[in-house]
C-alpha cells in the first residue's frame, strides 16, 4: 500500500490549492480554460509562451494518453479495484497541472494584451 510521505503530502496539498485558487471570485471558468487549451499548446510548442516547457507539455500529454490509452487496463485486471490507484495520481496531477498551467497562461495573455 502506498505512503503518504512528506513529498506525496506537499503534491496533494499543492493540487489542494490550485483547486482552491480556481474557484475564487475572478477566476477563469472552466469553459475559458478548455478554449485556452489549444492557444496553449500552440505558444509552448512554438516558443511564444515560454512559462510551459515542452517537456513539462510532454508529461502532460503522456498522462493523458496513459488514462486512454488500452494498457492502462492491465493494472485493473490484475488488481481490480486497487489497479484503480494508478489512475488516481495520474488524473489528480493531470488536473492540478491544468489548474496550474491555465491559470498561468490566461494571465500571460492578459499581461501580453495590456497597452
Do not use: H, I, N
Amino acid at each position: 500500500m502506498a505512503t503518504f510521505g512528506p513529498q506525496r503530502l506537499a503534491a496533494l496539498r499543492a493540487v489542494w490549492r490550485a483547486v482552491t485558487r480556481s474557484r475564487r471570485a475572478g477566476a477563469p471558468a472552466l469553459g475559458d480554460r478548455l478554449r485556452a487549451l489549444p492557444r496553449m499548446a500552440a505558444g509552448a510548442v512554438s516558443g511564444r509562451y515560454p512559462e510551459l516547457g515542452r517537456g513539462r507539455l510532454a508529461l502532460v500529454v503522456l498522462a493523458v494518453a496513459y488514462l486512454v490509452s488500452p494498457v492502462d487496463l492491465v493494472p485493473e485486471l490484475v488488481l481490480g479495484v486497487l489497479g484503480l490507484g494508478d489512475d488516481a495520481v495520474v488524473a489528480l496531477w493531470l488536473g492540478g497541472a491544468f489548474l496550474v498551467e491555465t491559470e498561468r497562461f490566461l494571465d500571460w495573455e492578459r499581461t501580453r494584451s495590456l497597452p
